[in-house]
């Protein structure tokens, strides 16, 4: 089975602090995604990746940087994290058709509260 | 642009009784569709895809959707609704063209089964 591991499931942050959210996934999918979560919004994407050092923006990248330095790994950076940024944070990877089934599978989300 | 429409905000259902959770989509070309449930304080699961061939697809829990390609919908289904579905669904949706990109969202809906 695929595993994409979140570090860390809560997070309490104060306001201007820098916050990294960890991914890991243990499938060599090539592409990767960060989506923010909040109720009734749905999910959104925010960052994606599909190669090492390759990255583009989503729908809503303002506030958050990425890096992806390994392959395996896709860490989402909130320089200075803001009380707006309080939210649900899903990593996922994904099996692109031709290659695989097309689905995201998903971690376990990073519920961050920032003070 | 694809987009998925998810009518319901929540859905409640009595124990034993049928349920059907609804989603339209708007895609160019073929839709390849998809339905996950995410638990409280979890990551999303995936429970079923269409992509190609019979419109009625079985997936996990006993749950199925029905493609409906004149309707552009995909309507979630069970015969008999349980506690234990009590949860939030999406509804997403990708093509061959999208490519990185992945999946797009619905803004999800809570279903309430009652005891």
């Known amino acids: 089975d695929v595993k994409v591991t979140q570090s860390s499931r809560y997070l309490v942050k104060r306001t201007g602090e820098k916050v990294f959210l960890e991914c890991v996934q243990d499938m060599d999918h090539e592409n990767m995604f960060w989506y923010r979560q909040d109720p009734g919004l749905g999910l959104r994407l925010i960052y994606f990746?599909?190669?090492?050092?390759?990255?583009e923006k989503g729908d809503i990248p303002e506030g958050y940087s990425v890096s992806r330095e390994k392959k395996e790994r896709f860490s989402l950076i909130l320089e200075s994290a803001s009380t707006n940024q309080t939210s649900m944070y899903l990593c996922a990877s994904f099996s692109p058709f031709g290659q695989g089934t097309g689905e995201l599978f998903f971690g376990e989300g990073s519920r961050l509260t920032v003070l | 642009a694809q987009s998925v429409a998810q009518p319901e905000d929540q859905v409640n259902v009595a124990e034993g009784n049928p349920l059907t959770v609804k989603c339209t989509y708007s895609v160019s070309g073929n839709p390849y569709l998809f339905w996950y449930v995410q638990y409280p304080n979890r990551g999303l699961q995936f429970l079923l895809k269409?992509?190609?061939?019979?419109?009625l697809v079985k997936g996990s829990y006993g749950f199925e959707a029905e493609f409906n390609k004149s309707q552009t919908s995909f309507h979630l289904k069970k015969p008999s609704a349980l506690v234990s579905d009590s949860a939030l669904y999406f509804c997403a949706v990708t093509t061959e063209d999208t490519g990185r990109r992945a999946l797009t969202f619905g803004s999800g809906t809570r279903l309430q089964v009652q005891p």
């Open positions: 990746s599909y190669d090492v050092k390759m990255k």
């Open positions: 269409y992509i190609t061939g019979d419109n």
